[in-house]
């Protein structure tokens, strides 16, 4: 005669331990959407720890902006005007002047837009001293969504390299007629079949970079390959890293940097980006090995990454909501909250990772994010971690993406634990209420 007592404290303590968790959430969000990291305006760019040089990043999606660090770790320079910034690289010859792709989202109609959204890409100098823009070059283009140019390479005075989302396309431009004196189109060498959905977003053209040797190097996102581009035949077969779905050479990576033969290479730096790290890979007797890798238990969709002439590795962790230096030893020693960034460099070094040397030739040493100790603490870090284990980072960066600017990978997890806490505790009000109504278990025994 003791059961209906034992159930009500059953239900009692599933009731409270409900409230409790939730009530965790809540508390958790709250704090995020409260005190949540901002750089939408100058006043809230946190400051950086000192450095040895101006630190430049760019921001796209949320929060467009281009921030320049002084070597002591205030803003030095701060630019919104755009709405999404994409790779930064100094000019030759001026110490304080950097050159940049960005994109301006056009949500009107009108004779720039028939049918909105649209996208106008602009390559632009800006000189972090004055605060001087001069526009290079520009261009309207039809949609917005992988609409964007997100890296230029500067050939000479008047002719850049530009990588073109749009059209699936790497162009050469000169800039003071805007007349295009070279192009290859990926649908030369890929099927329309492969890659991601056509014409959305097919090859998802993200980075381009031209060799001393004259030769162009691209990444192509969703074949999950880097080429090398002849200008007079086209892709050279046997230098291409990677292969479409072939995830654990790479998964749809950003910003591949090559490091030449006179640093330790041939060697390319690449941001594995759903991966969730760093990584190097050598050529090595005509084929690419991977050399190096880096992640730690908070990198999240990583999309540049640089290797420092003294030998460090400078890298932009979008998801993760910072930019960081690791050492040889692959400790962090210096980092910076930044909401979104997407490219980052440190002039003086020279562009990207033109400056630095191999991980072959520098002795480094591999670290994963199980070699790495835990930053910083929350109540549900934990939990995140556990479920990040078996959680794709794909699956996680998809929501992180549009989620609003202050979700971080902590508070995407709350927000999975609240849902399924609560849809259990509504389960089972429902089954105390209306005992009459039965709840099969889809996996059962047959008889």
């Not at 400051?47 to 760019?58: C, L, M, R, Y």
């Not at 283009?141 to 990588?163: C, F, L, M, N, Q």
């Not at 996102?221 to 007079?232: G, I, K, P």
């Not at 590795?313 to 979008?318: E, K």
């Given at each position: ?232 035949t086209g892709r050279i077969d046997d230098w291409t890293l990677g292969s479409e779905d072939a995830y654990d050479v790479q998964y749809e990576q950003h910003n591949p940097d090559y490091i030449p033969e006179e640093r330790g290479g041939p060697a390319i730096v690449v941001a594995d980006s759903e991966n969730g790290r760093v990584q190097e890979f050598q050529r090595v007797d005509g084929e690419w090995e991977r050399s190096w890798q880096w992640a730690d238990d908070r990198i999240q969709w990583p999309r540049d990454a640089d290797r420092l002439p003294n030998g460090n590795t400078l890298i932009a962790d979008t998801h993760g909501k910072r930019v960081l230096e690791v050492d040889e030893s692959g400790d962090v020693v210096w980092q910076v909250p930044v909401s979104h960034p997407y490219d980052v460099e440190r002039l003086g070094t ?98």
């Amino acid at each position: 005669m003791q059961r209906p007592r034992v159930m009500a404290t059953s239900k009692t303590a599933i009731r409270l331990l409900s409230i409790l968790v939730l009530l965790l959430v809540a508390v958790t969000l709250a704090h995020a959407a409260t005190t949540g990291l901002s750089t939408q305006t100058a006043a809230e760019v946190p400051e950086a720890p000192p450095a040895d040089n101006v630190t430049v990043v760019t921001e796209s999606a949320r929060a467009g902006t281009l921030i320049a660090y002084a070597p002591n770790g205030s803003v030095l320079y701060y630019n919104n005007s755009r709405t999404k910034y994409f790779d930064v690289d100094p000019v030759e010859g001026e110490s304080m002047t950097v050159e940049y792709v960005a994109t301006d989202t056009i949500h009107s109609q009108g004779p720039t837009c028939s049918d909105p959204p649209c996208a106008y890409n602009t390559l632009e100098r800006a000189n972090l001293s004055t605060g001087e823009v001069t526009e290079l070059y520009g261009r309207y283009d039809y949609k917005e969504t992988a609409g964007e140019w997100h890296d230029a390479d500067r050939i000479d005075d008047e002719r850049v390299v530009i990588s073109d989302i749009v059209d699936d396309q790497v162009f050469i431009v000169n800039t003071e007629t805007e007349v295009v004196e070279w192009l290859w189109d990926a649908q030369s060498e890929y099927s329309v079949e492969g890659g991601g959905p056509y014409p959305e977003d097919w090859a998802h053209v993200n980075d381009v970079e031209v060799l001393d040797d004259g030769r162009i190097m691209v990444s192509l996102r969703n074949q999950d390959q880097v080429v090398f581009l002849d200008r007079e035949t086209g892709r050279i077969d046997d230098w291409t890293l990677g292969s479409e779905d072939a995830y654990d050479v790479q998964y749809e990576q950003h910003n591949p940097d090559y490091i030449p033969e006179e640093r330790g290479g041939p060697a390319i730096v690449v941001a594995d980006s759903e991966n969730g790290r760093v990584q190097e890979f050598q050529r090595v007797d005509g084929e690419w090995e991977r050399s190096w890798q880096w992640a730690d238990d908070r990198i999240q969709w990583p999309r540049d990454a640089d290797r420092l002439p003294n030998g460090n590795t400078l890298i932009a962790d979008t998801h993760g909501k910072r930019v960081l230096e690791v050492d040889e030893s692959g400790d962090v020693v210096w980092q910076v909250p930044v909401s979104h960034p997407y490219d980052v460099e440190r002039l003086g070094t020279g562009d990207e990772s033109s400056g630095g040397e191999s991980a072959q030739s520098l002795g480094l040493e591999s670290r994963t994010a199980d070699d790495a100790a835990t930053d910083g603490f929350s109540p549900l870090a934990p939990l995140a971690a556990a479920v990040h284990a078996v959680v794709p980072h794909r699956v996680i960066n998809g929501v992180l993406y549009v989620g609003p600017a202050w979700m971080g990978r902590v508070e995407f997890f709350a927000v999975g634990v609240g849902a399924l806490v609560a849809l259990g505790w509504l389960g089972a009000e429902i089954r105390w209420r209306f005992p009459a109504i039965s709840i099969r278990s889809p996996f059962y025994r047959k008889e």
